[in-house]
């Protein structure tokens, strides 16, 4: 086991600890330490909200989420001869829960708080909590599926350059000034009053606070990408925008399927991350990057059968056609998926929270097809207990009964 | 081998054949023949060109190809006791080349002709042709690639009721009417003057045509869903519409990328499906089925290794932002792709016919973090004969130099 | 599709064909035809009998087939600049049923004609008849299974060298000698009078095939090696050990459990192979070549489920101790699988046919453990229609009633 | 994490441990807690030889090490309710390295110490040591590979009963008195001196030990089985042979190749087990269960690309021809591939090594044409940093110069 780099000590909240996270984005936030390449060590990190979910019946604690505190990151990790326009090469060498936090939640958000993909279905606060059991997961909310987490860190990245601090938050403010007072809201911009800065401290802090990027987006540093694949194992190429690159990372998931549509849509859990870094120089022209890249992990499970939900560009409330639109046919592909998983006894939000946090595959198959864009979902048949597969005698009601996510009280 | 229940004679045009296909969907299309549920059978289907596009090197066939013809479709085969409401089983037992066709053709189409999905990028018509060796396929206009085709129908579905006709003809009106001189358009219209109608002849067959649908989009019957992995060994489930289900198809793939980005976009082929066709009483009520669903194939190709690329949902020209739109984040994903690739020694038409062929994976991995949405392009390591994995000493310039993608003369 | 260098007409035995198989190996049967590196060719075989099975409900035929008349083998074919010390690349581009056969078989030999691996058990003749469907096969005989095949070649391989056919010779009639009257016997010695020679013609025909190599054991250069991965898609290296080559190949498998335990035991038929050929110069040499080596294909069918059986080294009979005797271990890990199915409804026979026949993974797991060897047998249990998982309940009867492999009359 | 049912306290020799391990099997052993089937619990593990290996440059140890007090099991662990002819449903749940201990060995047995498979050709003790960087693992020793470990324990097994005991000792004695001074034995007799009992203490444990099972070869109850595949995520049925079925374990393993060939071949290494119970009442019964069964588990890395080499029932060193012998068979496909890697520059040992080690998979691909079995041995080729597939242009030498499996000094 490599050292430990960072300490999340889940006894008392981020903000109490020595070592401070951060939640926003910065060129200026200090680096925690540096290391050289070649060099592996071990981070440990907060839950998404540090803390305020709590393990109990009750999505009380969903509803009342501070999402401007949200995002508590573990670095950044310096690293020596890392300069612009190089790559970071991370390697996801391990990622884990921690031992006194063998539990995760999933929560539906309210309207009111970001609501989730399927915000017009789903409009009200939900919570289910799981437990680990080594490699697998269950639910006392989510009964009769049992599957291995995909283990990731939802968000994982490099400091912004000034350049591109800026670059973005123009976008987004000209994104947010088409619509401002919209709920929820289209984009969300830099918010002083609840930022950490990490190391940094006093009136720099204060003053960069105000300019810092929100977590929430993924960005050309990668940041919130909430990609299940870039798990354990894997090995992530970023850009290096600034001397020493900066890599931070946390919100980590036990699982999550493409799309993440709850929003806190995850499995999500405080844990650790082992991770080991080199450098290519120059590689960002090297190899054209502009994005981050990636090679998925080879202990990814592999099942070997799926049943797949079509959905296509078309609104599910006015029948309106929509313009090679993916993201209204992956909701109508996932709306599918969960009508039919309601056949069998779950509830509405039960397949929810399932579609976003087992490791469903979220594809774009047609994207040409005018107006038509086709997405599928396709669900992993052997995460569950009874058999899904349709058959000429219909479905079985086969969900245990009496059991449900949990509401607000 | 069962009975060839249609057969596709490539030496002449289909308008030329006995047994005529269709190229519009309407529900008074005469069955071909009648099946019972259990019964196999064999279905031969010209190309979606009809034997337009020809194995040469000029891309002037791509450039001057009719659009309002395409899809000729076999069928449509009718189920004894099949009823609306019911679902149609269907097991794509094998699908293949014909002997006598072993190669397939990608297109660009040109913006004037409809484009593609990175129309602003590759604006005008260019062609590759793919021989075919056995499970294998290489293309003398893209070299140092080489692989297993995901064969399958890219157009498949049952006939519609007259009800799902008339209220799709009227979204898909209402779109193009919000932009009706569009280049290329939102959506294309009913076109009688070159369509097919099947055994239906006269005034009939005149009358239908004016109303029935242009086979271009997949809509909540199937249709042209360009989904790769609805391939040889899949089982899909179809809702039934009209009386006795009216199954047809066409537009054979050899394989494809996720998206099918260059619209003419996968390996386009002639060539053979065996069918496997089975009932569910009542099925679209007992499962809630809306769209198709369908389980995939046991064989296809798992490649244990990719090469992941991100994109978010932020215009490449502009550097406008967009809300969690699917749409542009893939584009960019593509591109990024696209970049990577170029570095190898690919020209950007070589790299865009790849992504639009090859086995690659297209996902929505992220769809909530407002504003953008992170979809990834995962293409299998394997297929080149070349490492396009990133090192510390760049990518080596690997592709034989000297051949193209063809362009019009 | 390639040429057809080689075909088969089913409608009469080999033994009328114009151009002659060969059922033997031998240093001089002539070239076929010659090819050159990089060229593909087609290649019809008869099934290993050459027709003697038929598709009826009766065993009576794989009582009294002739053993000294199999493995009908299509070629040698040559290659142009082949010498001994090169590696014969030969790319198995497909492999499949001819379409006016699409059947196979499967028997038990009883002990009197060879036996199979569980002679002691089995003692008797047994039939079982598969249909194929697509990429599927079922049986009459064994139901409730149905699986895509792993199509493959039983017999492909080089001929020999004059020293390595005088080896061989010597090494088997030693072992023959140990025991010479043995039932069934320790290997089969060369025997003229059956023996085809391919285009080889009168006296020299007959002189040779007095020490010509029958063809049931692989040897060096390949032969019946009954690999069932060795499958469509796969690319093999083999010794060349005469001039030219000479590649031949016939005892087409739809499908094989490792091991191909009951002797006739894969699902037996007639079919093509497409081939692709290439030369690696002096390659025996470069790479320590003894027997061949190959790369399996990527469209084998990956099953995430399995059910293992361990056996060890142990004769279930006296409970004899054997000394890491991978033979004892994989036997009694067959039959334990055999005794699991049966108390699912199937007869040991349908059991013992099924582990034959069906993508079973056959494993060495443990070898110097002394003196049990620990071998594995492992199931898919995706090819079944009911869940043969153990519960707490008990097995289910689920296996069809009233059916069984067919028994002679 | 679950509570802690076993500590191995890493810091000082097993037999000073307050709480015993035993390293031999017998009816009596006391369990050390009692659960309830659906408990879950922690096991740590002593490396198979307790400590007395080390992460140093030397292989004297291995030479050295006292094979008569191997195998330090934790346990055994009993299960209300359980009595024999229950089937324990035991889920390795997770399986991994310690902490303190993140690195593991292979040994090459000297033939005094009763050697290896390839003893003969490897006849002196070596040894290499491997780190684990997150889930993936390198040697110092064994350089340009990389891979995932498919964790494991070697040994797990349930109590036999007092019958087991004396048909198992009274079967080996019967083998060993056919050659009772080989070198190595064919089989270890009970040996009093070195055992450890568990909780047993005084002239009762004196007296178990003349009688108890020597903990090598695996039996009817499990044991030292050595299955890669029974791995972290696997579920394993094991038959219950006295009250409260008592299940031990140990001798974990980081990766292993089929057949664990080096004998101490797999990469030892302390560790821990999460565990879960259950029970099938009457289940030996219900099922006709005589060996454990189990299923592997969702997250054993599915490798895309292998190299394989076929071995037949030849010995290498004589010619002489063996029947249908797997050991053999298996034999020279390690040795084909040993030569085959000595290609690109491992020695000997090194290769050796790597196949005891590494994600190999080890077939029994035909054992019914006589007289050749025929076995495989598949190696992934991913693993290696460098391409070791065939080319036309012969291998490189491609590993790095200077470092081997270290000697004895």
Redesign the interface.
């Known amino acids: 086991?490599p050292k430990t780099a960072f300490k999340a000590d889940l006894s008392r909240a981020p903000e109490q600890a020595k070592i401070k996270t951060h939640n926003r984005w910065h060129p200026d936030i200090p680096m925690v330490e540096m290391f050289r390449p070649g060099d592996?060590f071990r981070v440990e990190c907060f839950d998404w909200t540090g803390g305020q979910i709590t393990n109990n019946d009750s999505a009380n604690d969903v509803r009342d989420v501070d999402l401007t505190r949200v995002h508590y990151l573990s670095g950044p990790f310096g690293v020596e001869g890392a300069e612009p326009g190089d790559?970071l090469?991370v390697?996801?060498?391990?990622v884990g829960a921690l031992?006194?936090s063998?539990w995760g939640f999933t929560g539906i958000f309210a309207r009111e708080n970001?609501g989730?993909?399927l915000v017009d279905h789903f409009p009200k606060a939900r919570k289910a909590i799981w437990d680990f059991?080594?490699?697998?997961c269950t639910s006392r909310h989510v009964p009769n599926v049992r599957?291995?987490g995909i283990i990731h860190p939802g968000l994982i990245g490099t400091l912004p350059s000034r350049e591109l601090l800026e670059?973005c938050n123009k976008?987004?403010a000209?994104?947010i000034a088409t619509d401002p007072n919209r709920v929820?809201?289209?984009?969300?911009p830099p918010y002083a009053d609840t930022a950490l800065m990490g190391q940094m401290t006093d009136k720099k802090a204060q003053d960069a606070a105000k300019e810092a990027w929100r977590t929430?987006?993924?960005?050309?540093h990668g940041g919130?990408?909430?990609?299940?694949?870039l798990s354990?194992?894997s090995r992530v190429?970023f850009p290096v925008y600034v001397k020493g690159a900066g890599l931070s990372m946390g919100d980590i998931h036990w699982s999550q399927g493409?799309?993440?549509?709850?929003?806190c849509?995850a499995i999500e859990m405080a844990g650790f991350l082992?991770i080991?870094i080199?450098?290519?120089?120059?590689?960002v022209n090297?190899?054209?990057?502009?994005?981050?890249?990636?090679?998925?992990?080879?202990?990814?499970?592999?099942?070997?059968?799926?049943?797949?939900?079509?959905?296509?560009s078309?609104d599910e409330k006015s029948?309106?056609?929509?313009?090679?639109?993916?993201?209204v046919a992956?909701r109508?592909?996932c709306?599918?998926a969960i009508?039919?998983l309601?056949?069998f006894g779950y509830s509405g939000e039960q397949a929810y929270v399932l579609l976003g946090t087992a490791p469903v595959?979220?594809?774009?198959?047609?994207?040409?097809?005018?107006?038509?864009?086709?997405?599928?979902l396709?669900i992993p048949t052997?995460i569950f207990d009874f058999?899904i597969?349709?058959?000429?005698s219909?479905?079985t009601r086969s969900v245990t009964a009496g059991v449900d996510v949990v509401a607000t009280s």
């Open positions: 086991m592996e790559i090469v390697d996801l060498l391990d031992p006194e063998p970001g989730g993909f059991h080594g490699i697998y599957w291995a670059r976008r987004e000209e994104l929820p809201p289209l984009a969300v929430v987006p993924p960005r050309e919130n990408c909430d990609i299940k694949n354990r194992g190429y493409d799309g993440e549509i709850t929003f849509g082992d080991g080199d450098l290519i120089k120059d590689g090297k190899y054209g990057l502009v994005n981050p890249i990636f090679q998925p992990s080879p202990i990814e499970p592999h099942f070997s059968e799926y049943l797949v939900f079509e959905g296509i078309v029948g309106k056609q929509f313009y090679l639109d993916a993201h992956y109508r592909a709306l599918n009508e039919y309601k056949k595959e979220g594809r774009i198959s047609g994207i040409v097809d005018i107006p038509n864009a086709c997405c599928t396709a052997e058999d597969r349709p058959n000429a219909g479905p």
